[in-house]
């Protein structure tokens, strides 16, 4: 059994299980803290009821990205027994300390302090939720319990009336549910000092066989080299994208990156993203509309040599690359060469006249669609993934798809007038925002594609 928490990564369940794993995931939510209580005062919101809107929004995205669920999702507010059960420990063990009614850890009583993030002591500085106060024995050491203060939610304890410390519930929660020592941890770089650390020191103290094995941080999306962040004013939330973007494109940008490298957002890399999804899905659906008027009955030994080299080579690519601390960027870069092969297949001379031709075809789309799957990006029809990439491209050109109909038209007209001049005009005028015009015996046809000026800064 594989447990894990606060995993952020968009894929590491799915892969897990595809190893053979069960899976235990747990993702807490913090619905008691002191900026939920800021933000619900200016609203004159209940700060629970504030923080279960904001944790049903949460959950809704993350459905709407192709997440799955986890096993379990802890919330704050409704752990408070097992949080103040894990204060007491603490304290009994000689870790902290009672000053007012808040209940300090005492960080010089665990020698390990900083061996997550490689600090010395002297040269941590107090958490960036936590306002240094005089009355600790030493800056760093942090709150595990806040004294009730007016207008604020607050729970009994033997020590008074308050409510838990931002680092305490995480501990708490992840030994409920995966005991004190389990397999992975994780969550954003910027939480390896001091959330993650002071995790590690809370929990040893209350249970000296605490032990994560393996600690993983995804790094941040920046705007411009930037961190994104509301402080700063440089963020779009997962709706303001996926109202302009496919999700499963903005889930193949997040992909693009290695989850503990910063990813740069930008609009020439969403419509790159947009313009890959759309060739994956437009390549497997051609050839699913072609096996399916084909019996596709499959002996393996009857599947070419070369087709067999392609699947083995892309899953070797596949298991060997998730399996190195999940390298997502070499397993969607893998991908080209089954769906070229397949492509080879449909449409040109050679691939058409190829002998087993349908075996081949119908083993490589196998091979990309198993790997989709694990990625969670494998949608559920690909017409209808590939019908909405349209109409967010339609969106994102402001038009409709009558509008491109009535160009196409005007152009075929323009040309049969022979006029060129105007009928590369319509074609161009459509490629500047998005569209891109298709010519075939049986007629013209449009696609979703990179706006021309955004292609010229590739």
């Known amino acids: ?59 809704q995205d993350m459905v709407t990205l192709n997440c799955l669920s986890p096993s379990v999702e802890p919330k704050v507010s409704e752990h408070m027994p097992q949080i103040i059960d894990m204060i007491e420990k603490i304290l009994n ?51 595990l319990w806040k004294s009730a203060k007016p207008g604020e939610p607050f729970w009994e304890s033997r020590w008074g009336p308050g409510r838990p410390g931002w680092h305490i519930e ?30 590690i020191a809370q929990s040893c103290a209350a249970c000296k066989k605490s032990d994560i094995s393996v600690w993983m941080h995804n790094g941040f999306v920046t705007i411009d080299s930037v961190k994104m962040s509301k402080s700063l004013g440089n963020f779009f939330t997962i709706r303001q ?16 990156a290695h989850y503990r490298s910063p990813i740069n957002y930008s609009n020439i890399q969403l419509e790159s993203a947009s313009d890959r999804v759309f060739y994956i899905y437009e390549t497997l659906h051609e050839c699913e509309s072609f096996l399916n008027q084909h019996d596709q009955t499959i002996r393996k030994d009857s599947i070419p040599p070369d087709t067999l080299d392609i699947i083995d080579k892309f899953h070797d690519v596949f298991l060997t690359s998730m399996s ?29 006249k190829q002998q087993f031709r349908i075996e081949s075809l119908s083993a490589l789309e196998k091979s990309v669609r198993d790997v989709l799957t694990v990625l969670g990006l494998m949608p559920a029809s690909y017409f209808e ?16 798809e009558d509008d491109v109909l009535q160009k196409i038209e005007e152009r075929a007209a323009a040309r049969i007038q022979k006029e060129y001049a ?31 000026p955004l292609q010229e800064l590739l």
């Open 1 to 59: 059994m594989l447990a894990y928490t606060s995993i952020s990564t968009f894929f590491t369940g799915r892969y897990f299980k595809h190893l053979g794993f069960q899976v235990c995931y747990v993702r807490n939510f913090t619905d008691v803290d002191d900026k939920i209580i800021a933000r619900a005062k200016e609203l004159g919101e209940d700060p629970i009821s504030l923080s279960r809107r904001y944790c049903e929004e949460f959950c």
């Open 93 to 143: 063990n000689g870790y902290a300390y009672i000053v007012d009614g808040d209940v300090y850890f005492n960080v010089e009583k665990f020698p390990e302090y900083g061996k997550l993030s490689s600090r010395d002591l002297e040269d941590n500085r107090a958490g960036e939720r936590v306002a240094v106060d005089s009355r600790k024995k030493n800056p760093a050491d942090f709150a």
């Open 170 to 199: 995480c501990s708490a929660m992840s030994a409920a549910y995966l005991g004190y020592s389990f397999d992975i941890h994780g969550g954003g770089i910027d939480l390896v000092f001091p959330h993650h650390e002071n995790e």
């Open 241 to 256: 994208v996926i109202d302009i973007y496919h999700p499963l494109a903005l889930r193949y940008f997040l992909m693009s």
């Open 324 to 352: 190195d601390d999940l390298h997502t960027p070499v397993v969607l870069a893998g991908m080209s060469d089954p769906l070229k092969s397949i492509n080879d297949l449909l449409h040109t001379r050679k691939g058409k």
């Open 385 to 400: 993934v590939l019908q909405q990439l349209k109409e967010k491209a339609l969106k994102r050109a402001n038009l409709t």
């Open 422 to 452: 105007k009928s590369d005009a319509i074609r161009k005028d459509l490629a500047v925002v998005g569209i891109t015009l298709m010519d075939s015996p049986n007629g013209t046809t449009w696609r979703p594609a990179i706006p021309l």
